[in-house]
């Protein structure tokens, strides 16, 4: 098995910045590929971001492209979600997963295996 747990999450004005933490611990060998999704209410879960342990590629929904950055620790097996120019509309719950293969499909929630408990991110107008 695999625990995440994210951290950073907080109350931001529009146009700042935070930062998420994933910590991976237990049989972290077994993950691949590591993600960011976030979920507003009423709403679905959506990708974000994520990168490759190995090789360490990144990939990024078209929305935070240009203003988030994935980054990723190996040693540490700790990821991170830089985020900046944030808007009222990246407010959401967001949450750090782990997929078990080396997917193609790193943009969709169900390729992903182990799940963090979430971090609420709220940016005010």
């Known amino acids: 098995q695999v625990q995440l747990e994210e951290s950073g999450g907080g109350l931001v004005q529009a146009g700042g910045s935070l930062r998420l933490s994933c910590a991976a611990s237990?049989?972290?060998?077994?993950?691949?590929?590591m993600g960011w999704f976030r979920q507003a209410p009423g709403k679905e879960r959506e990708f974000v971001a994520a990168?490759?342990?190995?090789?360490?590629?990144?990939y990024y929904a078209d929305s935070v492209k240009g203003r988030f950055t994935i980054s990723g620790d190996n040693a540490k097996k700790t990821v991170y979600l830089q985020m900046g120019s944030l808007k009222p509309e990246d407010t959401a719950v967001y949450y750090c997963?782990?997929?078990?293969?080396?997917?193609?499909?790193?943009?969709?929630?169900?390729?992903?295996?182990?799940w963090g408990q979430g971090t609420q991110v709220t940016v005010s107008a």
């Open positions: 237990g049989r972290t060998s077994r993950t691949y590929v």
């Open positions: 990168i490759r342990w190995s090789g360490g590629t990144t």
């Open positions: 997963a782990a997929a078990a293969s080396n997917t193609y499909y790193y943009s969709r929630v169900r390729e992903y295996d182990y």
